[in-house]
């Protein structure tokens, strides 16, 4: 059973970074999708960033709202994917979920929300402006 356990939310004020962290366990896939996903009060879930891995290589996908100032990564050997968040706003916050997809024919389905199959618990990001 795959795991995903996130951490890395909190307050900050507006202006201010956070780096969030998930934690994948007993996950291994050769191509794949990881990403971050985010859901405010009232609204529906919404794709941050999303990063396609295979044996060649990865690539990175931002929302417009967040490009420039939030960075996904992926550290292969701790099995850990990671959001650094910059000059964070007040329309940031939002419940953080990480999501981990299974086998994927090529990049363009890690922009799709059902790609994703597994999914961690959330970790909350609160910006106060």
């Known amino acids: 059973q ?7 939310g909190g307050s900050v ?5 956070l780096r969030l962290s998930c934690a994948a366990s007993r996950y291994s896939y050769s191509n794949n999708c990881m990403g971050w996903f985010r859901q405010a009060p009232g609204k529906e879930r919404e794709r941050v960033a999303a990063i396609y891995t295979n044996p060649g290589g990865s690539s990175a996908y931002y929302a417009d709202s967040v490009e420039g100032r939030f960075t996904i990564s992926l550290d292969n050997a701790k099995n850990t994917l990671y959001l650094q968040m910059n000059i964070l706003k007040s329309e940031d916050t939002a419940m953080y979920y990480c999501a981990a997809s ?3 024919p090529y ?3 890690c922009l ?9 618990q959330g ?6 402006s």
């Open 13 to 17: 004020q507006a202006g201010g970074s």
């Open 112 to 120: 799709r929300r059902d790609s994703y199959n597994f999914w961690g």
């Open 123 to 128: 970790t909350q990001v609160t910006v106060s």
């Open 102 to 104: 299974s086998w994927v």
């Open 2 to 8: 795959v795991q995903l356990v996130e951490s890395g």
């Open 107 to 109: 990049s363009g389905f």
